[in-house]
């Protein structure tokens, strides 16, 4: 088969394990992986080996761009010291407590490479945490700590991962010399992240100011933007990652006001599609690499020590998050000025916190980039092992935190935040005000009673919804009722109008070119009943 063929192929396992995961009550993203997995042991399934370069280059970008376009920039920065703890913190004290377990553990694994191991499985997730709590209605704060740990501590990971490998190639390491290789590369690197997001917004002005711009294009250019961000910060040797990072927050922040609602209706549908590709594409990958990396280590441990190393390794990392979660949460507040400006966190949200640590692919692609020999021609020591057990923490965190974490939140009846339906609230009562407003500015376009009674119908409509909204009663659960209960009368009356619209082309009444214009007409209404929402964001927390 050929490579194109192997991509269709990959489109067709992920479009029929995302039929067959709405059926099963864990993530969809375990699905993937264990689609992947038993795909690899299918006789004539063709091999893929994941390729880290290209990995890092084509899933990489979208991905965090996504998640950093999606990140509200006002929580950001009010959680960003838990999140520096995390990002930072967390990966150095899971470093250096997965490698020193695994080199107890492990016959014959060097010290380097045991450290190697624990900066590979430290970054988490944001994908599969997403995936785990997508439908659940969890405080906003939760979700931006979550969030935002999982878009700065990949690029953390991985720099730590290569100073630990760089020590098992040439034996010495120097603290100095990493920290400010480290400070170089993450500055340098949101630096040009920045400048790519300006530039490219600054294009996209001077597009539209001279009307040569459409959806089509500006969805292009979105796309195309996390690519150049990540290839000239690479090209420049500083942290691709944190430039991806740092263009999606610029474009996140700009995009909402700057784009019309056409090109933000179909950048929303193009992204989603493309996520929901890759996503896809990266986790089944993931499990065809199972069969083979089983079998590059099983000739030199058994099943067994293979099982027991892994539930050690594993172990460690999610002990190691929970220990440093909670004093990194309270300890804080041993200092008088942070005691006085906030206030801690509950234990039951802190624990969430501190169990929502599930790895992905980065991880693997990190551990899959580790070269097979040395500089003088030997055996990289220890690739095979250190493959086998990220594979291994990836897929015990999924199993184990990521089938668990839902049920977790529900139990210790974590819910949303009390001050978001009334901010929601305050929201649609100003918004609808302010059109009510102009509504009643506004004069007929021509002195007809066809315009008068449009305009007055219109008004009547915005009235009645802020009468609605003013109510005391009136709650975001009643609200939602209300509206999908219009929306479903609606729906049934353009159903019968394209049932009539298609009887009369069937039967050749009317032509192709008076049929498809209208049918797209009944598609554009349904689609504004339907609504519209962000690539990976929650239907309730929906942007569009």
Partial sequence: MTEFEHALLLLLLIAGLAVVGRWLPWPQLITYLGGGIAAGYIKGFPPFALDPAFFFLCFLPPLIFSDGWLMPIRELVKARRPILLLAIGLVVFTTLAVGLVAHALVPGLPLAMAFALGAIVSPTDAVAVNSATEHLKVPARITTILNGESLMNDATGLVAFKFALAAAIAGTFSLRQAAWEFSVLAVGGFAIGLGVGYGVGKVRDLLRHVEASDSMIETTLSLLTPYAAYLLAEHLHV????????????????????????????????????????????????????????????HEF?????????????????????????????????????????????PRAVFIVSWAGMRGTVTLAAALSIPLYLGDGSKFPGRDIVIFLAFGVIATTLLVQGTTLEWLIKRLGIGEDEDRPKEERLARMTAVQAGLNALKELKPDAATAEHQAALGTVIAEYEQRYAVLATEGETRSRASRRRHAGHAYRLAALKAERVALEKLWLDGVIIDEVHRPLQQLLDHEESLLHGSKPPGAPAEQSSG
């Fill in 302 to 346: 058994s099943v067994l020590q293979l099982v027991a190393m892994t539930a050690a390794v594993s172990g460690t990392a999610m002990m190691a998050r929970i220990a440093w979660v909670f004093p990194g949460t309270y300890l804080p507040f041993l200092v008088p000025a942070i005691r006085r400006k906030e206030k801690p966190s509950p």
């Fill in 239 to 298: 942290s691709g990652i944190l430039a991806v990072v740092a263009a999606g927050l610029y474009s996140g922040w700009r995009d909402p006001v700057r784009m019309d609602a056409e090109s933000r209706q179909h950048a929303y549908g193009v992204w989603a599609m493309v996520i929901f590709w890759l996503n896809g594409i990266a986790f089944v990958l993931l499990g065809l690499q199972f069969a083979p990396l089983l079998e590059a280590v099983n």
